[in-house]
């Protein structure tokens, strides 16, 4: 997000441009020809492959830290009930939800939802998750600034997400048969929202992270050694996002340099 923050055009310009020398050289590698979409394919790649790892490291680390159970003896429902308590929170509910990694705080009506798992079970990880949902529930209440601002977009990410297959797909038709790229534009703007609301989310997340970790040591609620466990899981937890945002970045780069390399050629 701050990439965009000073100016918009320049910004992109210049990201546009790096983009393109970086795919130039990554093609040089590979002696492609079509030296822009190779580089692109080869970022692609990269990024699948760190997600996979990064994915496969956050299912190793929360599967490990479920084995370490809390000493206190606490659920996840419990440590979450316990750090809404502390921070002065009374009207936010903790309720069981079903499935796995549906952990999340709505602040429409004001929950922590908690999956089956963490909602029960007395461990590190159980207990990471769900200071970290309640961590949501602290920004909701101080007005964190990152917070209002994903949550102000959230309905236009909701439309732009559910047209930009469609709008996108028409858009490389119409530039295919007449050449015309107003469609692809309307595409990559639509596009272009969803990546900024990937990058708005990160410093939601680890903020999030940040007031759980420092409350679970304030409070005393676990021992060292689950702190650590618990920080160590939220760690990869955030990395998921950062590999997502970067992801939606390259992809928003791909679609943009399309509009962009049709005017110079
Ligand atoms: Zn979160």
Redesign the pocket.
Known sequence: MFLFKKNKDNGKNFILKLWHNFSFACSKIFKSKEHKMGGYYLIFGVIFVVSLIVQNKLKAKFAFYSQLHLQNGMSGKEIAEKMLYDNGIRNVQVISVPGQLTD??NPVDKTVNLSEEVYMQRNAAAAAVAA??C??AVQHQVGYAALKLRSSLVPLVNVSSKLLNIILIAGFLVMASSGNKTLLAVAVVLFGITTLFTFITLP??YD?SNRALAWLEKSGTVTKQEQEGAKDALKWAARTYVVAALGSLAQFLYFASMLNGGRRN
Request: hydrophobic share 20%; glycine share 12%.
């Open positions: 999340h705080y970290h949902e961590g949501h939601v997340e999030a």
